[in-house]
């Protein structure tokens, strides 16, 4: 799956993404309406900061004491039956993954969406022991068709329209089918309902775990979850080691976060609690369950004062649909498992690799939407502030962004010699200004004019007119009406004793 | 065979113990704090006060429960008693001449006598046979009909609890899902049905705790709204005073 990743950088790939008409309107289009469903729902809701803040309580609880609520949720689990393993890596997750597939004979795996899955790359390495590796949720089930990576965490197929789904479902069928939404999902209905009753195994994520009856929770609209956790006989469940909450109590506040941040839902179609294996004499469920709980770079974030707050992350995508970056350039502009806000921080947090991916912290625009989306108020575009300074600290800044900023240092330290660099500007511009605009892509300006036109220097800069300026200000204030110069001097005085009391500042509450 | 794979998992489970510790060591090195055995004060447990005083009335929690049923595609009705209930399912069996019919075995089900009621169906009544391959039996059934254990009006939700009598698969499998639920045991939050499970605690719990809130459905090809993908696509709610 990585090996989709053709270009090496963030902006390589969001022009390939930029030239792609379609997925730039479906992602605008689908983000929009993700958006409104979200805001809709939580203002129906209401107190919606009350709910935030408590969700955001309950995580940093949890995550602050971590060894005692995950030690107790394997301690139960383990009681109710299931065969819970540890993986420090995706190496070991595969390997264990695996060794159970052999062991359960198996042919075939149903799985119904995780992220941590497409993590690990595990289809790829099912299919290299023989074992066909089939995802259930729809639009999972299109793109593994399509041999592509998800580009939206709630809607991995949000870049394909029903012509190109049509194609590759009539591949698949051996006969042409419409394109049309109903036929193409009754199409899919009965091929993986085939599946879901000849698979040995049946694979599923993880939204939550509770730690004090050691049960795990999912979400769903479709049913797929359901079946993978109830038809077959074998049951694997990928889970993120921070991925608990303390109770069932708890849950009741996540249910009323997730599904209203994912898709502006009240609840998903389907939320189910599974507590160990089928029960000997239940005639359904799996006889033998295994919880693989993964670190992965996880516990990288424990004890990290910028960073632990990322593992209270939910999984919900609102901050992929508040992003101005992503609705712009989508999900596949990532390059990894991760898109959007949340993945610009986890993917280089994950790998612990700030040089290889420091461009995805880049890639934003810092303008806090994220933060504001975000049900658990992970302040991540502060984290992405963090990424980019740790970046120039590790020595991997970019080397033309040192020398810029070194030389603005040495020009605007100075005013005089600022006031010569101006005008040797605009000697220089004559030679690339065209009808008041700079469009050239050469040198410098490339970045910057792909997109847009520089400006060209005034012909008079403000430095120019400063001191007629002050000359016109200082007569003006003279002039201003009494009632005027009152209520100014009014508000100066009142901001001062603000700041003597310590009120105010400067609106970055 | 049987013996060696018991030794595998035996295997695997010494492994993960060991691997157990060392996780939990590391989490707690990282955090910088001793491992912690004792429980620690969790003052922020569930929902905020102000929604765990919240509740509606009896006709409020059944008109809100009706309107977001609806609102995702459900059906709702509205019957006075289970005999009701039996002529309502008679009558849409009919309709849609629904060939195979499973249902839970439960006293209050086998009281509706629908075996000898719906005569062009065939009446399957889950794990009665132990030589039958139930999952099967369940995933040709035209109808599933369950009861309820809990509602919640606030969110359109239904519960539905396995047990041996009460297959995962009726409530999942069949085309068409029919939910009985008793007047009394609808809701008004979510919290108030999760919470008796935290009260029950471990051992007490099943195997599968399922929220039902309507038909199957899926937006992912084009955003556009398809009912039924994996699970049913028709869902009938039925509040029975």
């Known amino acids: ?21 379609f997925l730039r309107k479906a992602v605008r289009f689908t983000t929009e309406r ?120 709630v809607i991995p197929a949000i870049h394909k329209n029903r012509y190109q789904i049509a194609d590759l479902l009539s591949k698949e069928a ?55 956790s109830t038809v077959p006989k074998t049951q694997i469940t990928l889970m993120g080691m921070e991925r608990i909450i303390p109770s069932w109590s708890d849950l009741e506040v996540m249910a009323t976060l997730l599904p209203r941040s994912a898709t502006g839902q009240k609840l998903t179609m389907y939320m189910s609690g599974i507590t160990g294996p089928r029960r000997s004499a239940d005639a359904d469920g799996p006889d033998e369950m295994h919880i693989i709980i993964i670190d992965n770079g996880r516990s990288l974030q424990l004890g990290d004062p910028e960073f632990q707050e990322l593992l209270n992350c939910i999984r919900c995508g609102a901050c992929l649909n508040a992003c101005p970056v992503y609705r712009h350039i989508g999900g596949h502009a990532y390059g990894s ?27 934003s625009s810092l303008c806090g939407a994220c933060y504001e989306a975000c049900p658990v108020k992970i302040p991540l575009h502060d984290m992405l502030v963090y990424l980019r300074r740790r970046k120039v600290e590790s020595g991997n800044g970019s080397k033309m962004e040192s020398i810029g900023m070194q030389g603005f240092a040495t020009i605007m330290g100075n005013s005089s010699r600022l006031g010569g660099v ?20 050469l040198g410098p300006l490339k970045g910057w004019n792909t997109y847009r036109v520089t400006p060209s220097l005034p012909k008079e800069s403000f430095r120019d007119r400063w001191d007629t300026l002050d000359q016109e200000l200082k007569q003006g204030l003279k002039q201003m009406e009494p009632s005027m110069q009152n209520r100014m001097e009014e508000l100066v005085r009142k901001r001062e004793l603000d700041e003597k009391q310590g009120k105010g500042g400067h609106g970055h509450g | ?54 509740e509606w009335s009896e006709e409020e929690r059944i008109q809100a429960f009706t309107d977001n049923f609806l ?58 046979d ?78 599968g705790i399922h929220f039902i809130s309507g038909p199957s459905r899926s937006s992912d090809i084009e955003n556009d709204l398809t009912i039924g993908v994996h699970g049913p696509g028709i869902v009938y709610a039925l509040l029975v005073e």
């Open chain 2, 130 to 207: 132990d030589e039958q391959y139930w999952r099967a039996r369940a995933a040709e059934a035209d109808f599933g009909i369950v009861i309820a254990d809990h509602a919640v009006a606030y969110t359109g939700s239904v519960t539905v609890l396995s047990a041996p009598n009460k297959g995962r698969s009726v409530s999942l499998l069949p085309t068409v899902l029919i939910i009985i639920i008793p007047i009394e045991r609808l809701k008004t939050r979510l919290g108030e049905v999760l919470v008796t499970f935290d009260e029950a605690g471990r051992e007490q719990l099943p195997a």
């Open chain 1, 337 to 363: 498992t991760y898109s959007g806000p949340i993945g610009a921080v986890l993917t280089p947090s994950l790998n612990k690799n700030i040089a290889e991916w420091d461009d995805i912290a880049n890639a």
């Open chain 1, 1 to 21: 799956m990585a090996g989709a990743k053709t270009e090496a950088t963030v902006k390589a790939r969001a022009d390939l993404a930029l030239n792609d008409e």
């Open chain 1, 34 to 153: 993700l958006r409104n469903g979200k805001k809709k729902a939580t203002d129906e809701h209401g107190n919606w900061e009350d709910w935030r803040e408590r969700g955001k309580q309950i995580r940093l609880h949890t995550i602050a004491h971590l060894d005692y609520y995950l030690n107790l949720f394997v301690n139960n689990a383990r009681a109710n039956g299931v065969h819970v393993h540890f993986a420090t890596n995706t190496e070991e997750a595969v390997k264990l993954t695996l060794d159970i597939a052999e062991h359960a004979g198996a042919k075939s795996v149903v799985k119904s969406k995780s992220m941590v899955s497409e993590e690990l790359h595990l289809n790829h390495a099912l299919e290299s022991i023989g074992v066909e590796a089939v995802e259930t949720d729809l639009g999972e089930y299109i793109i593994q068709l399509a041999g592509e990576m998800p580009s939206h965490i």
């Open chain 2, 71 to 128: 609102s995702v595609g459900g059906h709702v009705a509205r019957l006075g008693s289970m005999d009701e209930v039996k002529s309502f399912i008679v009558q849409k069996a009919e309709e849609m001449s629904a060939k195979y019919v499973i249902r839970q075995n439960q006293p209050e089900l086998d009281a509706l006598g629908l075996e000898s009621a719906l005569t062009g169906s065939s009446v399957s009544v889950w794990n009665t």
């Open chain 1, 422 to 441: 101006l005008r040797l500007g605009k000697l220089g511009q004559k030679l690339v200004v065209r009808s008041g605009v700079i469009k050239t892509k």
């Open chain 2, 1 to 54: 065979m049987a013996d060696t794979h018991k030794q595998w998992l035996e295997e695997l489970e010494a492994e993960s113990k060991v691997k157990q510790e060392q996780f939990m060591n590391d989490i707690a090195s990282k955090l910088r704090h001793p491992r912690m055995y004792d429980k620690p004060n969790h003052p922020f447990r569930g929902a905020p006060d102000f929604w765990n005083a919240f």
């Open chain 1, 174 to 228: 051996g006969y042409t089918l419409p394109p049309d939404t109903t036929a193409l999902a009754g199409f899919v209905r009965k091929k993986l309902r085939e599946k879901f009753l000849d698979a040995e195994i049946g694979m599923t994520g993880c939204n939550f775990a509770i730690a004090e009856t050691g049960s795990m929770v999912l979400f769903e609209n479709e049913g797929n979850a359901r079946m993978v």
